[in-house]
Structures are given as C-alpha cells and as structure tokens.
C-alpha cells in the first residue's frame, strides 16, 4: 500500500469505528453499559458513559474519539475469536478480528508518541480487514488531529467483571431444561 502514514493510521482507526457500529447492538450496548455503570470509577470513564447515553442510533457511534471505541469494543462487544488477554501484544500468528484490534491500538498510540508505524502488519490488517469488510469511504477517514491515544487504564476492571459475569451466565444457561 502506498498511503502515507498518517492516512494509515486514519484507514485503521475508521476501520475500528466501522466495527463497533458492525459489531455491536446499540441497545445492547446500552443495556450493558447501564448495568456495570455502577463500576465505572473515574471521570473520563462517567463522561464517556453518558455520551453514549445521549446518543439517539448506532450511528452516532461514528462521532466517538478512537479511545471510546476502542474502549466499547474490548469492554461490551463479543468478540470471541481474541486468543489473549487484552493490552498484551498479540502473538504474530494471531490474526484474529480482536488481535488487529489490539494491534491497530498499538499502532495509534506510537502514532501519538512520534513514533514511524514500527508495525509492519498495518498494512496487512487493512488488506485483511478489507477483503472481510469492504472498503472504507474516503469521505469516513477520521482526522487524526481530533483524536488521542487510546488509554486503557480503566477498561480492565469492568474486562474482568464482564468475564466473570459470562462465566456465571454460561453456567445458569447450561442448567436450565
């Protein structure tokens, strides 16, 4: 690919909003997000939750910074096929929909610190993303100059909790008739 860097980094983090709104049930979204609001514990976190409550369609969801979606899709979307815990460096033969998630996550933050794309697979994940999704509208290609890094302090204990409250979902499920 040919892009410059910079519109590499854009295509990935459009590519990340096309699968929030891809991937996720507005309702749900919301349903989730109201029953663990409980736990989000600090501002940025409470500030983003009512943004999203504010929101009247899925496609509001297209208006979220690249922190906020990164953020739904690893604490309240299903994505099954993530080999790894989140925030840890998927493993190079893991090219699961959730390790290009991580990886794009990666590749913004260098962005952010100055750092030239040391990601070799940047290229490789919009041509798989976009042989499995399609092409991107031009006119969709986020302007990174609105966005920052996607921090991830606060995800991981609402990533636990939702863990563990599939893990007793599954078991409830599986004791009905």
């Known amino acids: 690919m040919d892009a410059s860097y910079t519109q590499t980094v854009s295509i990935l983090g459009t590519y990340l909003k096309y699968r929030l709104i891809a991937i996720c049930d507005f309702t749900e979204l919301r349903n989730k997000m109201c029953l663990h609001s ?102 969709d290609v986020i302007n990174l100059s609105q966005e920052t890094k996607i921090n991830c302090k606060y995800i991981y204990r609402i990533s636990q909790l939702l863990s563990h409250l599939h893990s007793i979902s599954n078991e409830l499920s599986a004791r009905k008739p």
């Open 38 to 139: 409980k736990f989000l514990q600090n501002q940025a976190a409470k500030d983003n939750f009512d943004k999203v409550m504010n929101m009247h369609s899925e496609d509001d969801l297209q208006f979220l910074d690249l922190n906020m979606v990164y953020n739904l899709l690893v604490n309240f979307c299903d994505i099954p096929d993530r080999l790894s815990e989140w925030g840890i460096i998927p493993d190079i033969d893991d090219v699961s929909q959730g390790a290009d998630i991580e990886r794009i996550k990666m590749i913004v933050n260098d962005y952010f610190d100055g750092y030239y794309c040391k990601h070799a697979n940047a290229d490789e994940i919009i041509k798989r993303w976009t042989e499995d999704y399609g092409e991107i509208r031009l006119s």
